[in-house]
């Protein structure tokens, strides 16, 4: 068996099933205080359906990962793309803030498919040196997703109410599903008979832990991606009911903050031959601590205005940008026998993580604006430390 050429054509398929994730996510924003409203719920409450989905979407990796090293890549991706486009009819149809939520946990244990998959994907095809500059270049053209998302949302909401947003998501997975049946050939050469069995899962898994390095690049990114969750969260809040953006707007201004996170995705792949992945992730994350320590400032000096909230987050999306595909591919690198397991045990801490920060900032809302400020802050700073601690200096056993 031998795995699929690289091209372009594949990396734009993986590209679109990797932002099915944050698609998932972005693009229903704008219409939480509208949901709120429906569903007579407190911003907590509708803040569960980015919590719990993300909850689903750890858990599911840590299944998809272990059984593609020994089933392959391809047949596991249908699986998750089929659960997906029937969760997604039960969020169209959902009459309660508890079965929309219910169905968004389902909707990702589908959706967790496209990432996991996608990057051990990249991994096969691309070997350890070409991915993190591939998976720079995915993650720039997966910003448009959410860069462009939140408006059409907004836009989707005001004009068609809040299920047009899943009416969206059902299309767009049901033509991935087609997309990958009739494209996507099996990329994992290297299957492991005995991937899925407990003691080898928890054997596996023991090893990646062990690897402090690997730790460090997990640490790392999912700090730094909690920082961008704690926005994503917060936002529609702070910014439609603090400061009065109407849908459209809110989708606009998210729109500015993830350009940012383009802009570091493209310079990524552009600067990642020339200053190597640990360089430009450094440099990410010290960016992201440093945007992060003056939102807080700001907030803490009561400088009450957007400007004060965009504008240090479009710097911290720019960090996250450097510091994701660096993080990913770096981490997965050591590991082709098993980039299911490594990919999936990296995007169930992202999400943990993420989910754990998104809970919180949402219980603290009703507390004011600073709650927002505050994850940022946080998270930011705890993504340079991780770096310090365990990946300056180390090398590979």
């Not at 659960?83 to 909707?107: D, H, K, N, P, W």
């Not at 969260?233 to 109407?246: I, K, N, P, Q, Y």
Request: hydrophobic share 55%; net charge positive; aromatic share 10%.
């Amino acid at each position: 068996m031998t795995a699929p050429p690289p091209s372009f054509g594949l990396a734009v398929l993986l590209t679109t099933l990797v932002a099915l994730g944050p698609l998932s996510t972005d693009l229903y924003l704008p219409a939480l205080p509208t949901l709120a409203r429906v569903f007579a719920s407190d911003a907590a409450g509708v803040q569960l359906t980015l919590s719990v989905f993300l909850a689903g979407f750890a858990v599911g990796q840590l299944f998809y990962g272990p059984l593609s090293d020994r089933f392959g890549r391809r047949p596991l991706m249908l699986g998750g793309l089929a659960i997906y486009c029937l969760a997604t009819i039960g969020c169209i149809l959902a009459q309660s803030i508890e079965m929309l939520i219910a169905a968004r946990f389902v909707q990702a244990i589908g959706a967790c498919a496209g990432p996991v998959l996608g990057r051990a994907v990249v991994r096969d095809v691309w070997g350890a040196t070409e991915s993190a500059r591939i998976i720079a270049y995915m993650g720039g053209a997966m910003a448009i997703a959410p860069l462009f998302g939140p408006t059409l949302g907004g836009f989707l909401t005001v004009l068609f109410g809040w299920q047009s947003n899943f009416v969206i998501l059902l299309l767009v997975s049901t033509a991935q599903l087609i997309a990958v049946t009739r494209l996507l050939g099996e990329s994992n050469i290297h299957r492991h008979p005995g991937a899925t069995h407990p003691r080898q899962v928890a054997a596996n898994f023991r090893l990646l832990l062990g690897d402090r390095r690997y730790l460090g690049y997990v640490l790392t990114f999912s700090f730094s991606y909690s920082a961008l969750f704690a926005f994503i969260s917060a936002s529609s809040f702070v910014l439609s009911e603090r400061h009065g953006l109407t849908p459209e707007v809110f989708g606009m201004s998210f729109g500015l903050v993830v350009a940012g996170y383009l802009l570091g995705s493209v310079a990524s792949g552009k600067l990642v031959r020339r200053f190597g992945g640990d360089s430009l992730l450094a440099f990410g994350a010290w960016l992201g601590a440093i945007a992060g320590l003056c939102m807080a400032a700001l907030e803490v000096a009561g400088v009450n205005s957007i400007a004060a909230i965009l504008g240090p987050m479009f710097f911290c999306t720019v960090a996250t940008g450097l510091v994701m595909p660096n993080a990913i591919a770096r981490a997965l690198a050591p590991y082709p026998a098993m980039a299911g397991s490594a990919s999936a045990l990296m995007g169930f801490v992202q999400m943990t993580l993420a989910a754990l920060v998104g809970i919180a900032v949402g219980h603290a809302l009703s507390g004011g604006g600073g709650a927002l400020a505050a994850g940022v802050a946080i998270c930011t700073a705890l993504a340079p430390l991780s770096y310090l601690a365990l990946i300056r200096g180390r090398r590979h056993a």
